[in-house]
């Protein structure tokens, strides 16, 4: 198996919101605000090589919605998704799988482009994985989410005839090597991919955990739909995590890629910072 970090760009999103009930004074050390309250964030997907398989967790928002959503969003830099598999050598008809953690706009607006005014797939030799569960709760959003799941990128998906559903149990493989686990704080059973690799557990941790200080249990988002749900899939994945020496991948954060945890006076913290790309001189040193 092979992981690659794939940037499939950066966003901007309001502090206040990313951050929770954790005021300003505090977070703003983390990932400083500009004048209008907004933090850069990452949308940092993983390319999973594994046999003949050929697996992206996530796409990032793409580039098909119109200047007016782009005004909420500000997307920045250089990266895209193309440029980053390209620059591992790879292009999107490689991709044999694309998972989706879920399907907020930031999470799979990549997944489908638009040309010539049509919807279509970006990975066309791809089939697209998902779960019943949070593919009806997409279709049929509350009020509070609807803004996340826009019609464009998930509709194409069913349409193209690409749509699979996962159907593993909590905790059971899905490929090999590659386990399921499901949390409902944040969306309705959003998919974390938790990943054997050369002997070490990598868990890609979406938006349970979207950056390296909501490692802190408090550091809940306001955009979660049910925060204390995330905060009891918080605590749990984290002492297991911690137990087992698990490598966490951060989706969202500016900086940091990955960390290892620590657990000391009952709490889990972060122990180190990473790239990805010294994950195997982190496992030797094991
Ligand atoms: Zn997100």
Not at 18 to 29: A, D, E, H, L, T
Not at 109 to 128: C, E, H, L, Q, T
Not at 189 to 209: F, S, V
Not at 228 to 248: Q, R, S
Request: aromatic share 10%; proline share 5%.
């Amino acid at each position: 198996m092979r992981l690659y970090s794939v940037n499939a760009g950066y966003f901007k999103l309001d502090g206040g919101a990313m951050f929770g009930v954790v005021p300003k004074s505090m977070w703003n050390k983390a990932n400083p605000a500009d004048d209008g309250n907004m933090c850069s964030w990452a949308m940092r997907c993983l390319l999973i090589e594994h046999g003949n398989y050929r697996i992206l967790v996530d796409t990032g928002m793409g580039s098909k919605q119109d200047e007016k959503f782009f005004s909420h969003y500000y997307p920045h830099g250089d990266d895209s998704l193309v440029k980053g598999l390209a620059a591992h050598g790879f292009t999107p008809d490689d991709i044999t799988d694309v998972f989706l953690t879920q399907l907020h706009f930031d999470h799979c607006g990549g997944a489908i482009s638009k040309i010539d005014g049509k919807y279509v797939p970006a990975f066309k030799n791809a089939f697209y994985w998902s779960n019943h569960k949070h593919w009806l709760s997409a279709l049929t959003p509350n009020e509070r989410e609807k803004a996340s799941f826009l019609r464009e990128n998930i509709q194409p998906i069913e349409d193209s005839g690409r749509l699979r559903l996962i159907d593993a149990a909590d905790g059971d493989e899905w490929m090999p090597d590659i386990r399921i686990r499901y949390v409902n704080g944040h969306t309705d059973c959003m998919m974390l991919p938790q990943i054997k690799y050369n002997g070490t557990t990598i868990l890609y941790c979406a938006d349970l955990i979207p950056s390296a200080a909501h490692v802190s249990l408090p550091w809940i988002m306001a955009y979660d739909m049910r925060p204390l749900d995330t905060l009891g899939e918080k605590t749990k994945l984290l002492k297991e995590a911690a137990a087992n020496d698990w490598v966490l991948f951060f989706e969202h954060d500016l900086k940091n890629e990955c960390c290892s945890l620590i657990q000391t006076d009952g709490r889990v913290r972060v122990k180190d910072i990473f790239p990805l790309s010294e994950l195997d001189k982190i496992i030797e040193a094991r």
